[in-house]
């Protein structure tokens, strides 16, 4: 049975229906189509990429071009999911008119149909021109991995009384602004609920627990590929990490005792031609 396009009103719905939004992260063509085959709801192009694809230590370093090179990959792996690219350092930072711009080119030049920001109140007005510019935008609040330097590193946020009310706060000042939806990372679960109480718009968790309208994660991190941080929220599906090591290793062998590749992978021609060339 052919899944069904998940589009911008299926958040709002699966929100007054109490359907679970799964969303996960994808960077290249293969892994896209394998995670839109699964049925999942909406891909989002992290920029989290540049730890696990570029091999960064932070995101910072991620640029538009890189963003969109991956974006438009992954696009066109997608058919039913809602697609969306998530906006790096420094692309909606200088002005208003620079954060419009880059917005389009995920939708123009690589097939997104929504872009994500992060943090809140600084980046409103340009969240109200991006969507002015019929262009979706998902936020993102709590833990920012664009302002790590800030603060001071990847902490859980709203742990006090006057975080978690700036948190509440900057959650219904972005749903007024026109957010289609809301990524909570590393946030007290009980604090994710209640904003999830809150706002009509659905909220998408990571690192906050189970009462959120859906759950994002990086697939890297599901698959068990990536070994340089282990975030506590994560749960792992499968290793596939040591999957791929032993398949690896298993391949040096053959080669090397020359039991790959057998008949069966080799081509023939016709014994005649083969003997005038000699």
Known sequence: MENKRFTIDS????KKEGHKIS???AYDYTMAKLVDDAGTDSILVGDSLG???????TTLQVTMDDMIHHTRAVSRGVKNAFLIGDMPFL???TSTHEAVKNA???VQEAGAQAVKLERGSEVIE???AIIKAQIPVLGHIGLTPQSVNVMGGFKVQGRSQDQAAFLLEEALRLQDAGVFGLVLECVPEQLSKLISAKLSIPTIGIGAGRYCDGQVLVIQDLLGMYKDMSP????KYAEMGDGIVQAVRSYKEDVEKSRFPEEKHAFVMEDQILEKLY
């Open 11 to 14: 958040f709002t719905k699966s």
């Open 23 to 25: 969303m996960l992260t």
């Open 51 to 57: 730890m696990v694809m570029l091999g960064y230590d």
């Open 91 to 93: 692309s909606y930072h």
């Open 104 to 106: 389009g080119r995920f």
């Open 126 to 128: 340009k969240i109200r």
């Open 232 to 235: 506590k929220f994560v749960k």
